[in-house]
């Protein structure tokens, strides 16, 4: 994520000595934050927080579909994130996964934001980021219009449609920034989630909700390879203004 701004954790420059921070105090099934009230009859789609408040969970998610150069054989698919709150002078980090032996890499995509924001036990002020524009435009966009036609569409059927209905439901419970970025790119908690999708797709695991995250430990092994030696993971949110 070098240079974004908005998504968490972004300023650059050489990580502080030491072992990078393990993190335990989140409870691994379920990822508690304070009780937000939703207002009645709030539209139930994408809330964006109010300037200047900051978001409450980042939830960086990626997806994966294994052999989709196959048509004939069955193509196994796993979606994955790294869910993070900022508390006192830290980051508290936990990670979750899923697969599917036969699936796409759209439905991973939508089951990618149904397993992140499904772990949230009370209503959050969220920032969701993912490369997958077919999510990000299609929960902010397409989902609209949809809803409005009787979740129908011209020229055809809706597909994964009862995975978008089940993500409009929830998404209503959350005050959510959905923020696209561009993948294999260099943004170190994306390529995370992208390793956790594949490795789900390859060995068929979920995680079976929050768990203790593996990223510290992954982000020393890249750093071993020589890269993001500019990624400081101890720096507080940055916001735009």
Known sequence: MNGARGIGPLAEGRPAPGAVKRFSRMATRGFPCPARRI?????????????????????????????????ARARPGGAAGLLETWRGEEWICRDFWISEPDTTNNRMAIRSALEGLGALKKPCAVTFVSDSKYLVDGITKWVHGWRRQGWKKRGGPIQNLELWQALHRLVGRHEITWRWVKGHAGHARNEYANDLAVKAAQEQTR????????FPAWLEGQREKGRYLDFMEFTPPVFES
């Open 39 to 71: 207002p009645s009859g709030a539209e139930p789609l994408t809330l964006v927080p109010a300037p200047g408040k900051d978001p409450l969970i980042y939830i960086h998610a990626d997806e994966s579909c294994l052999g989709n150069q196959f048509k």
């Open 207 to 214: 995680s079976g909700g929050p768990v203790e995250s593996g």
